[in-house]
Nanobody
Framework: QVQLVESGGGLVQTGGSLRLSCAAS????????MGWFRQAPGKEREFVAG????????YYVDSVKGRFTISRDNAKNTVYLQMNSLKSEDTAVYYC?????????????????WGQGTQVTVSS
């Protein structure tokens, strides 16, 4: 089992920044590729960003490219999502997820463990 706990969400104005963190415990963190997903009310869960288990390959949905950065610190068992230039359409609950594989994917079906989510609200 892998336990994931997100933090860092909150209320921010349009154009602002937030940094989400996801702390992992339970298994060897570096064995897992990690992903960030989000879900807005009435919408399906959406892939946001992924990072392979060594941290040298990252993936983003087009809508966040150039604004969001995913990173990981395997020594701290933590994955991060730096979110800049936030827009109202970024408002959602953000989830981190772990995949027992070298590589991240964009499908939530491929992930084995999930955090409880953290709310991000961007106000205009």
């Amino acid at each position: 089992q892998v336990q994931l706990v997100e933090s860092g969400g909150g209320l921010v104005q349009t154009g602002g920044s937030l940094r989400l963190s996801c702390a992992a415990s339970g298994r060897t963190f570096s064995d897992y590729a990690m992903g960030w997903f989000r879900q807005a009310p009435g919408k399906e869960r959406e892939f946001v960003a992924g990072i392979n288990r060594s941290g040298d390959m990252t993936y983003y949905v087009d809508s966040v490219k150039g604004r969001f950065t995913i990173s990981r610190d395997n020594a701290k068992n933590t994955v991060y999502l730096q979110m800049n230039s936030l827009k109202s359409e970024d408002t959602a609950v953000y989830y981190c997820a772990a995949r027992n594989s070298p590589f991240a994917t964009g499908s939530h079906y491929d992930y084995d463990y999930w955090g409880q989510g953290t709310q991000v609200t961007v106000s205009s």
